[in-house]
């Protein structure tokens, strides 16, 4: 092992021991140091239990950008370990490509708390993205459902006009 090896080795026990300040600062040594041990750590650290650490890693991933990072940052908002505590998972989406993440990005706006529509409401409006007529008519399927059954959609009061603006203005591209 060399030393920068060891001085990542080091650095990762101490962002998973450390408060929440102490964990930033280690975060941003691990990004500078960079490199697939770096980053496939933070991804590890989406799974955790701690909230710190799964936050911590989240902004880690949303500075570096490695696209391996996108399906575990979407299986963490739609399926968080708190539900409370995911919307740092979807504001680190925000700066990944998520263009083949069309469908996924709608159950985000959907069916994931306020700060997290935020986020998917944000990916909607300036990425671009690859769709089917199929996939148009399963967003537009989802939010019926979530106007029949409101409780399936976290804020549906203080967010259904955002949501209707961001479905109808792909619901445009359905072939008639």
């Not at 106007?147 to 976290?154: Q, S």
């Amino acid at each position: 092992m060399d030393a920068v090896d060891t001085e990542v080795e080091a650095l990762k026990d101490q962002f998973l021991c450390s408060d929440w300040d102490s964990l930033l600062k280690t975060s941003d040594k691990l990004v500078d140091i960079g490199g697939d041990a770096v980053s496939l750590f933070f991804i590890e650290c989406l799974d955790s239990v701690n909230a710190d650490v799964r936050n911590g890693a989240a902004l880690a991933l949303r500075d570096i950008g490695d696209k391996r990072a996108v399906d575990p940052l979407i299986e963490g908002v739609l399926n968080p370990v708190d539900p409370k505590c995911c919307a740092t998972l979807a504001y680190a989406l925000e700066t990944h490509d998520c263009s083949s993440k069309f469908l996924d990005v709608f159950r985000i706006l959907f069916y994931s708390n306020y700060e997290c529509k935020w986020s998917a409401h944000n990916i909607l409006n300036e990425q671009k993205f690859s769709f089917t007529d199929e996939d148009l008519l399963k967003v537009k399927r989802m939010w019926e459902e979530c106007h029949l059954a409101p409780e399936l959609c976290p804020a549906f009061e203080d967010s259904k006009d955002r949501i209707q603006h961001n479905v109808d203005s792909f619901l445009l591209y359905l072939s008639d």
